[in-house]
T-cell receptor, first 111, second 116 residues
């Protein structure tokens, strides 16, 4: 079956670094997506990983280990505006198009 | 590009009434998705279309829900009759449907539905 696990909530301090983990189980694998969703807004695309390793994009980086069914999103130099939910998603059954989303991790950044 | 457009942004209705939500996908995107998001259940896929044809409606909760895509630039999600438990934010998303990062789905602003 398909399963995605993420911590429900995290808190961090402005200027710090935070790592949001995601573990997944899927019958196949065709990439992993991270989305950011601010309260009351739509999810927006952050990153996509299909190969093992770290993908860096400014203050945000995403890591993937396919053998461990594990990914993390690393946020550096945290800003107040980074307070949001972060959703991990994988294509259903390793196929395409249909994504299964995790419940999301709600990150609160404090001064 | 204008992005995915949804209307209305907010809808308040009474139990038993018909509700119609509308979506215009990004031009050139062949895939259109309807999601529902609640605190309890998170983001759930209801149905998706490819080239205006429904591909998977296994997430549609029951017969009260129906969706159509009469052309490449317009889709509707209808709830008839509506019930209080249908209260949620309904998102429409679209993608080019190609493999890999091109599978990225772009979401509209959502419709916040409240059924009294």
């Amino acid at each position: 079956g398909q399963n995605i696990d993420q911590p429900t909530e995290m808190t961090a301090t402005e200027g710090a670094i935070v790592q949001i983990n995601c573990t997944y189980q899927t019958s196949g694998f065709n990439g992993l997506f991270w989305y950011q969703q601010h309260a009351g807004e739509a999810p927006t695309f952050l990153s996509y990983n299909v190969l093992d390793g770290l993908e860096e994009k400014g203050r945000f980086s995403s890591f993937l280990s396919r053998s461990k069914g594990y990914s993390y999103l690393l946020l550096k130099e945290l800003q107040m505006k980074d307070s949001a939910s972060y959703l991990c998603a994988v294509p259903f059954s390793g196929g395409y198009n249909k994504l299964i989303f995790g419940a999301g991790t709600r990150l609160a950044v404090h001064p | 590009d204008a992005g995915v457009i949804q209307s209305p942004r907010h809808e308040v209705t009474e139990m038993g009434q018909e509700v119609t939500l509308r979506c215009k996908p990004i031009s050139g995107h062949d895939y259109l998705f309807w999601y529902r998001q609640t605190m309890m259940r998170g983001l759930e896929l209801l149905i998706y279309f490819n080239n205006n044809v429904p591909i998977d409606d296994s997430g549609m909760p029951e017969d009260r829900f129906s969706a159509k895509m009469p052309n490449a630039s317009f889709s509707t999600l209808k709830i008839q009759p509506s019930e209080p438990r249908d209260s949620a934010v309904y998102f429409c998303a679209s993608s080019s449907g190609l493999a890999g990062v091109s599978d990225t789905q772009y979401f509209g602003p959502g419709t916040r539905l409240t059924v009294l």
